[in-house]
């Protein structure tokens, strides 16, 4: 709303380059940037200022065609159930690829290679209406219908958010093993410092429309007291491996899953002959 009493700076001074075939975390409190900053990223939103350039290319720049970097540049909303509106399964996750003038052949093709990334069976649920369907199913139907664009980069915007700790897992799990298996760059946005710490090899913590902090999880997290300062809590696990080394147990706290946890404790307990 610039020019108006309302005007608000959403963004400023934003310097980030993001690597291809990485997995990127982005955290912060509610009003950070988090999402404004990510529909920069395919061309949703345009910069007053400044530029944004996808593999060398700048995207405002005259001429260029933004269903390139749209194609390119795959984005999940949060609560991404809520952009499905086809009457079938294979409809919605077809309209984006038929959108860009993809043949018929070829959009089935994309559409089962999606829903087998995302573990639906196509042929049972193909015809069958979304809405049918459980939450956690209509999420994964969400994120088959950008997958059936096959970006290059996927940005997801707390795409748990909602779920139950199994649809949290089953989610987060057909992320991971696109990002390792297929190589597609994931950015993901979430609330939750163990699934970022878990998952990506690199975090930024946006504060007041900037980055105020960025790292890989170890040097993020090892940074405790300014992210409790910002609203931010550490890892649980992280959380309770630092107060076992406050409380004298000579442990790693850079500690970020329940294995490596355990692995800790028991050398600790072993090495003075407790178990």
Partial sequence: MAGTPYENIALEGINLEIEEGSFI???GHTGSGKSTLI???NGLLKPQKGTIEVDGEDIWEKGYKRSKVRQKVGLVFQYPEHQIFEETVYKD????PRNIGMAEEDVMEQVK???KMVALDFDELKDISPFDLS???RRRIAIAGVLAMDPKYLVLDEPTAGLDPRGRREILAHIYSMYRD???TIILVSHNMDEVARLADKIIVMEKGSISLSGTPEEVFRE???LREKGLALPAITSLMTR???NGWPVRSNVFTADEAEREILKVLRGNGDA
Avoid at 93 to 96: L, P, Y
């Fill in 25 to 27: 975390g982005i955290i």
């Fill in 39 to 41: 529909q920069h990223l």
């Fill in 93 to 96: 996750i077809a309209f984006g």
């Fill in 113 to 115: 290679w999606a829903m």
């Fill in 135 to 137: 939450g956690g199913q």
């Fill in 182 to 184: 297929r190589g597609i």
């Fill in 224 to 226: 405790g007291g300014r």
């Fill in 244 to 246: 076992l080394k406050e």
